[in-house]
Structures are given as C-alpha cells and as structure tokens.
C-alpha cells in the first residue's frame, strides 16, 4: 500500500556538518509536510508545501534551515550547520488538500543526532 | 487560531476496560478534528477525523471518537483496552494558515498504557 518513504531513517553527524533528510511523498499528493518532535516542544510544524510551492515556513529557523521541492516525488530538508539543539526526530507528511479532508499521512521519521 | 487541548499527559487503563483519551477544541467556525496514534519509533498513523454528520466517529482499530459541541469536545474511546493499544495519542484540529492553505495543529499528546 502506499506510504510515504524517508531517508536516512537515523543519521549521527558532527557539529557544524550539513544534514539532508529526503521524503517521498504518496503518489499524487500534492501536499507536504516537515515536522520535528522533541519531548521538550512535541510536534513542531517547519514548512509546508502545496503543489510543491512553498506555502509556510515561519516554524524554521531561516539561518541554517532550508526546505525544498526540486519535484512532485520529492522533497528535501536540509541543515546547514548543524547544532546539538537540532537532534530530534523529523517527519515528513504527505495529503491531498481539497475540501473535506486534510487527512495528512506520516512517513517513518529521520531520528537526527548532533554531537 | 485554532487550537486543541490534551489535559492528560498519561492515561492507564486495565485490558479490556473501556478507555477514554480526552481533549478540548477551541476554533472559530467549524471544526475539523482527528485523531493519530504513534507507536514507538514509528510516524503517526491516522485514526479517524471529524467533518461533518455523526456525532459518534469510527476509526480504525475498533476506535471511536464523540464529537460534543456544547462541551467543545472530542475524546477517543474504545470498549475493550488492549495491551497493544498501549501508544502516544495525539488530537489535532483544521487551521488556517497565513500564506493560504490549511494545516493541522496538533496537541501536546497524551501517553496510553494497557496493563494486564
């Protein structure tokens, strides 16, 4: 069945390095979401896109976070330089914006380490 | 903005004992209300949502959510608990966002654990 795809599932990296977290939404979908979940903050919503155009980023921190669509089958999220603060595990979330529904269906996460 | 509300971090509940995991709303307009479940290291799943019709929601396994408008709310039920049941549960509601489109805001989660 369909399901949205992440990579890499867990990534361990060094301060200061550049993190690439991939998502591939569900076929057709033309909404996608970023997410990152900590204990302290729970889910925080970082950027949204709708027909792979940007609709909202203001929950990313603009100074090392970026977020993309180079097409409809994926999207990336990328942090450069990275801080300890960054650990926590981000989810990508793919739907299909039209009236009534809004149902927004969750990949596996990316569980990010900085040391 | 909308919002929802979780006011129990952790919930126990004996198997096979009815549960309920409760949580408020506070919107403008009407509501659009889910619920989504996440077992450990694993995304969230969809449970169920509310649009529009039925009070009483049917989700997926054997879950089921009551919208109450005078009560401003929309707790989970189910009858019979499960050990495997036991999971983070999280509420969220429709909300609008400022560059256009929609959204889902999120609750704070509440713990579920089915004891034996």
């Known amino acids: 069945d369909a399901r949205v795809t992440q990579t890499p599932r867990h990534k361990v990296t060094e301060m200061g390095q550049e993190v690439t977290m991939r998502c591939q939404p569900i076929?057709?979908?033309?909404?996608v979401f970023w997410y990152r979940q900590t204990m302290m903050q729970g889910l925080e919503l970082l950027a949204y896109?709708?027909?792979?155009?940007?609709?909202?980023d203001s929950g990313m921190p603009k100074d090392r976070f970026s977020a993309e669509m180079p097409d409809a089958t994926l999207a990336t999220l990328k942090i450069q330089p990275s801080e300890p603060r960054d650990s926590a595990v981000y989810f990508c979330?793919?739907?299909?914006?039209?009236?009534?529904?809004?149902?927004?269906?969750f990949g596996p996460g990316t569980r990010l380490t900085v040391l | 903005a909308q919002s929802v509300a979780q006011p129990e971090d952790q919930v126990n509940v004996a198997e096979g004992n009815p549960l309920t995991v409760k949580c408020t709303y506070s919107?403008?307009?009407?509501?659009?209300l889910f619920w989504y479940v996440q077992y450990p290291n694993r995304g969230l799943q969809f449970l169920l949502k509310?649009?529009?019709?039925?009070?009483l929601v049917k989700g997926s396994y054997g879950f089921e959510a009551e919208f109450n408008k005078s009560q401003t709310s929309f707790h989970l039920k189910k009858p019979s608990a499960l050990v495997s049941d036991s999971a983070l549960y999280f509420c969220?509601?429709?909300?609008?966002?400022?560059?256009?489109?929609?959204?889902?805001?999120f609750g704070t989660g509440t713990q579920l654990k089915v004891e034996l």
């Open positions: 979330a793919s739907g299909l914006a039209r009236q009534g529904t809004d149902t927004q269906y």
């Open positions: 076929l057709g979908h033309n909404t």
């Open positions: 896109f709708r027909n792979r155009a940007p609709l909202d």
């Open positions: 919107v403008s307009g009407n509501p659009y």
């Open positions: 509310y649009i529009t019709g039925d009070n």
């Open positions: 969220a509601v429709r909300d609008i966002l400022t560059g256009g489109g929609n959204k889902l805001t």
